[in-house]
């Protein structure tokens, strides 16, 4: 078993955060979505621009998942006001746990889940939240695993094409 580790992003690291940020994204979502709307959300929401912009914002936090120094995934936390809906300074939200397809089943998304938790834990938050695809299973059955429950629903755009995403939590205490 390969030692996996998890540390956080730095700003001189931007290009290895697109890099993952593109390549797991387009991983997880074209087969499902057409190829001029994932166009769209890659050259908007993951340039280098946006993702110098929040990793720079002391509200948002990135963490790499490394094996032998290569990236394999990645976790995206917000606090206080950089939460996409609710923004509550007792609340962090994770927008992002992606890991390329190659690894997945080797538990990598677990431990950046793992590390989510701790970093909410250590900001004494009373919930983490998040919103995952309405047509993404295997996401949803993972954060069902590890004891999220729906709350809400509410709307994510790519490109033109309006999804549902369904809003889960956990209360930590």
Same mark, same amino acid.
């Given at each position: 078993?390969?030692?996996i580790n998890i540390k956080k992003v730095e700003l001189n690291e931007i290009d290895d955060l697109q890099k993952i940020s593109r390549q797991t994204f387009a991983e997880t979502f074209s087969s499902d979505n057409s190829s001029d709307n994932m166009k769209v959300y890659l050259e908007q929401e993951l340039s280098s621009e946006k993702l110098m912009s929040e990793l720079s914002n002391i509200n948002t936090e990135f963490y790499f998942a490394k094996s032998a120094h290569k990236v394999i995934g990645y976790l995206k936390l917000n606090f206080?006001?950089? &939460?996409?809906?609710? &923004?509550?300074? %007792?609340?962090?939200?994770?927008?992002?746990?992606?890991?390329? %397809?190659?690894?997945?089943?080797?538990?990598?998304?677990q431990k950046l889940y793992d590390k989510a938790i701790q970093i909410a834990r250590q900001k004494n938050a009373d919930y983490v939240w998040l919103g995952v695809w309405e047509k993404n299973p295997r996401a949803?059955? $993972?954060?069902? %695993?590890?004891? $999220?429950?729906?709350?809400?629903?509410?709307?994510? %755009?790519?490109?033109?094409?309006?999804?549902?995403?369904?809003?889960?939590?956990?209360?930590l205490n």
């Open positions: 078993m390969e030692i206080g006001r950089s &939460q996409k809906e609710i &923004q509550d300074e %007792k609340a962090v939200e994770i927008e992002r746990i992606y890991v390329l %397809k190659e690894f997945y089943g080797k538990q990598i998304g949803i059955r $993972f954060y069902q %695993k590890n004891g $999220f429950i729906a709350f809400d629903k509410h709307l994510f %755009k790519l490109g033109d094409d309006e999804q549902t995403d369904i809003m889960m939590k956990l209360k």
